[in-house]
């Protein structure tokens, strides 16, 4: 018999490949229709499935060839914890950086909170830092 956490697992596993595949209307019917974002940086969660789309679009358009690898994934209860990997070219704006063409990788730790078949919430922490730091223009006296 399948468990909840090996339901929620498998669900998480398929909105990373539709998001993968660009599928972003996929993606969103895995969202409840309450979906929170809770974001670093921010003082308040985000809420509502546009919310995510409008983030996605904005990775996928910076990050067009996007290629997320799970490195691991682990649930309990009603929650998944996951650890990604993400990697790209940098072919289009994000945030103040314009394109650079270079290739990019970064991790991130995900927590997601699933209620009966739908995602619910997630708590993300993408090592931007590192992000920018590979598309930031580098220095004229380099």
């Not at 929620?8 to 909105?15: K, R, W």
């Not at 990775?59 to 067009?64: D, N, R, S």
Request: glycine residues 8%; charged residues 20%.
């Amino acid at each position: 018999m399948t468990t909840t956490a090996e339901m929620n697992m498998a669900l998480l596993h398929t909105a990373y490949r539709s998001l993968e595949s660009g599928d972003l209307d996929a993606c969103v019917d895995m969202l409840t229709e309450n979906f929170i974002a809770n974001v670093p940086g921010l003082p308040d969660p985000l809420h509502g499935r546009e919310v995510w789309r409008l983030g996605a679009e904005a990775m996928l358009t910076a990050f067009p060839d996007l290629t997320i690898s799970v490195q691991d994934m682990f649930g309990v209860g009603d929650k998944v914890t996951v650890l990604v990997h993400f990697q790209g070219t940098h072919r289009g704006a994000f945030q103040q950086f314009e394109a650079t063409g270079r290739q990019v990788a970064f991790r991130s730790i995900e927590v997601y909170r699933v209620e009966g078949d739908r995602i619910a919430e997630e708590w993300v922490a993408p090592d931007m830092l590192g992000l920018m730091q590979q598309i930031a223009p580098v220095p004229a006296d380099h």
